[in-house]
């Protein structure tokens, strides 16, 4: 069972920055946060990943709560290409603990 | 290959065939992941190979359904009598198995869309 919460849909104009939230309150010690999105028609894409400092690489920021039960995945200068479903995911990577399991993720429009 | 490749990338079949979808992962990775995604859905688990362990079927819907991942690589998920519900998109995909998270994100196919009339 998907272990995130996340807002159904969200939208953004073009240039701004998109901040997606999600819920983990029950994250465990040795579990990390991942982001994928999926792009329509296309197969999911990992963006980015943490497990408890900010993160930050060419296409998105995250910013993990100190408590870590929640995360915020940012989008710095959205363009009408981020218009996707994302997937906040928290995994461990050892054994069937490394299974991803999807939530219904958040619809992210950016409009012009 | 330089990404995983699933084929076909379309298929029509008539309700109550036997229909495979083949997945092949990125060289050298271990895990494997089937998912499925109806219309307008999310990604629904199916089943997880990690190396040589034994399968996480837990996510099969019936037993119409089953993989095999022969050899490690290629894997082959097989629906049996298939039905119209079956229709989706089937998604392939793999991850490096083992040691540190850093470089052990998954890499998708294109799935497989799965028209059963």
């Known amino acids: 069972d998907a272990k995130t919460t996340q807002p159904t849909s969200m939208d953004c104009a073009e240039g701004r920055a998109a901040n997606l939230p999600c819920n983990h309150s029950?994250?465990?010690?040795?579990?990390?946060v991942y982001w994928y999105r999926q792009i329509h028609s296309q197969g999911p894409q990992y963006i980015i990943h943490g497990l408890k400092n900010n993160e930050t690489n060419e296409m998105a920021s995250l910013i993990i709560t100190e408590d870590r039960k929640s995360s915020t995945l940012i989008l710095p200068h959205a363009t009408l290409r981020d218009t996707a479903v994302y997937y906040c995911?928290?995994?461990?990577?050892?054994?069937?603990?490394?299974?991803?399991?999807f939530g219904t993720g958040t619809r992210l429009q950016v409009t012009l | 290959g330089a990404g995983v490749s699933q084929s076909p990338s379309n298929k029509v079949t008539e309700k109550g065939k036997d229909v495979e979808l083949r997945c092949d992962p990125i060289?050298?990775?271990?895990?494997l992941y089937w998912y499925r995604q109806s219309l307008g859905q999310g990604l629904e688990f199916l089943i997880y190979f990690q190396g040589n362990s034994a399968p996480d079927k837990s996510g099969l819907p019936s037993d119409r359904f089953s993989a095999e991942r022969t050899g490690g690589s290629v894997s082959t998920l097989t629906i049996q009598r298939t039905q119209q519900e079956d229709s989706a998109v089937y998604l392939c995909?793999?991850?490096?198995?083992?040691?540190?998270?850093?470089?052990?994100?998954?890499?998708f196919g294109q799935g497989t869309r799965l028209t059963v009339v």
């Open positions: 029950t994250i465990s010690g040795n579990e990390y």
């Open positions: 995909a793999s991850r490096q198995q083992g040691g540190l998270p850093l470089n052990t994100e998954a890499f």
């Open positions: 060289s050298g990775h271990t895990a």
């Open positions: 995911i928290v995994r461990g990577f050892t054994g069937t603990a490394s299974k991803l399991t």
